[in-house]
């Protein structure tokens, strides 16, 4: 097995936690090269000493720690000298370094949805000018890239499966009171507070779609979306004969993050857990109705026009979860929020990767803009 030099963008998050376990559980196949997070230091100099970066970045200050030099995230994601780059972080601030990181021509593993959201199209034609590979490591990307593998035609519908979230038993309307707390609580899958939270809105789901769209580059129309509420089938593809390829297993993100930075072998890793058929016992599908969801609709419905659009989406609905997290709207009012903010933009149809980061950060400020005073509720 060849040694990987790896950087980890988000380190300290939940899936750049479960990157290191990978690396902890295969000692040789790789050289961290670099990691970069936000402001959790206790965790970060804790994988600093045990994981021995030359470069390292974080939000807050840290300066030298175990003689690791701090550059920006943008040079470490693009050093010469490194293979492959999770990209890890959560929401819009991951632009940067994925960006870097694709126009040094490398292979980016992308977790960061919110960046494919952002500016999706211009992302996938910089990695073919630059010669970088975008792998995906979200858990219904990856199920449909590997029922793709070694396939010749083309795909003929995705079937994207969600769990519905921590309020898939309740109308949308019975949700006025719900807490944060509540909201964090995922029913199938462990995961950092943004996704758990875009999770029960589903706008996560509706991000997965715009992720699909682009790294696949198939039209929205052959994109469906199915309630699954074991999670266990991650996603499946339609071919044109009318087979159905799933992709079943555990949910636990070290499977597709493993596939991603190991791709395309595959190695035994004793530390996951395997698919048990008969404990897991039936699986149920439900069609979603997407009117019952107003984020799932929404977002969709914008981010179908182009241009700057979903740049906005992702900036606001960054900022709607920070403002409900923080107490200051109700989870109801998240998508009610996002459209206000989608209602002060003047999108730009032929944008630049520019225009998607200054479209992002105008939706975010404003957004937080409009609740920043105030009682909490
Ligand atoms: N968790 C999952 O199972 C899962 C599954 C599929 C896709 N994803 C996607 O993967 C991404 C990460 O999700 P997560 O659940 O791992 O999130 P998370 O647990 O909240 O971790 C986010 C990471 O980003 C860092 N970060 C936050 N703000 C930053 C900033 N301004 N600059 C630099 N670093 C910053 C955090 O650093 P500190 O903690 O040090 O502040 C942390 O390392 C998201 O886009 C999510 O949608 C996650």
Redesign the pocket.
């Known amino acids: 097995m060849d040694r990987k030099r790896l950087v980890i963008?988000?380190?300290?998050?939940?899936?750049?936690r479960q990157t290191l376990d990978i690396v902890r559980a295969f000692p040789d196949a790789f050289d961290v090269v670099g990691l970069?997070?936000?402001?959790?230091l206790d965790?970060?100099k804790d994988q600093v000493d045990e994981f021995n970066p030359r470069y390292i970045n974080?939000?807050a200050s840290l300066g030298i720690h175990n003689g690791a030099s701090q550059i920006p995230?943008e040079e470490i994601a693009s050093l010469p000298e490194v293979d492959i780059v999770m990209g890890?972080?959560?929401?819009c601030?991951?632009m940067g370094p994925a960006l870097a990181a694709i126009d040094a021509g490398k292979t980016l593993a992308l977790?960061?949805?919110?960046v494919i959201v952002m500016a999706g199209e211009v992302l996938v034609r910089r990695a073919s000018e630059s010669g970088a590979t975008i792998l995906p490591?979200?858990?219904e990307p990856s199920a449909i890239w590997q029922c793709l593998e070694g396939e010749e035609t083309p795909p003929a519908k995705f079937i994207i499966t969600a769990s519905g979230g921590a309020f898939r038993d309740r109308t949308w309307e019975s949700l006025h009171d719900v807490t944060p707390a509540e909201a964090l609580k995922h029913p199938t899958?462990?995961?950092?507070?943004?996704?758990t939270v875009?999770s029960a809105s589903l706008m996560?789901k509706a991000f997965e779609v715009i992720e699909t769209r682009w790294l696949f580059d198939i039209p929205y129309e052959q994109i469906d979306v199915l309630i699954h509420r074991q999670s266990i089938i991650h996603s499946m593809v339609e071919f044109v004969d009318g087979t159905v390829k799933a992709h079943l297993g555990p949910t636990d993100?070290r499977h597709p993050i493993q596939y991603a930075l190991f791709y395309p072998a595959r190695y035994e890793n004793p530390t996951l857990p395997r698919f048990d058929p008969v404990k897991t016992g039936s699986l149920t599908f439900e069609a979603m109705d997407p009117s019952l969801y107003p984020c799932f609709e929404l977002t969709l419905d914008y981010a179908k026009r182009g241009g700057t659009w979903s740049a906005v989406l992702a900036g606001a609905d960054e900022a709607a979860v920070s403002l409900f997290l923080d107490g200051r709207i109700r989870f109801t009012e998240i998508p009610d929020v996002v459209a206000s903010t989608l209602a002060a933009h003047s999108p730009i149809m032929e944008h630049s990767i520019e225009d998607a980061i200054q479209a992002a950060a105008w939706a975010t400020e404003h957004t937080l803009a409009q609740h920043s005073a105030g009682a909490t509720i």
């Open positions: 963008l988000g380190s300290t998050g939940s899936v750049g970069c997070a936000g402001k959790n965790l970060f974080t939000v995230a890890a972080t959560v929401g601030a991951g977790a960061n949805k919110e490591v979200d858990s899958w462990t995961m950092g507070a943004k996704i875009d996560n993100m």
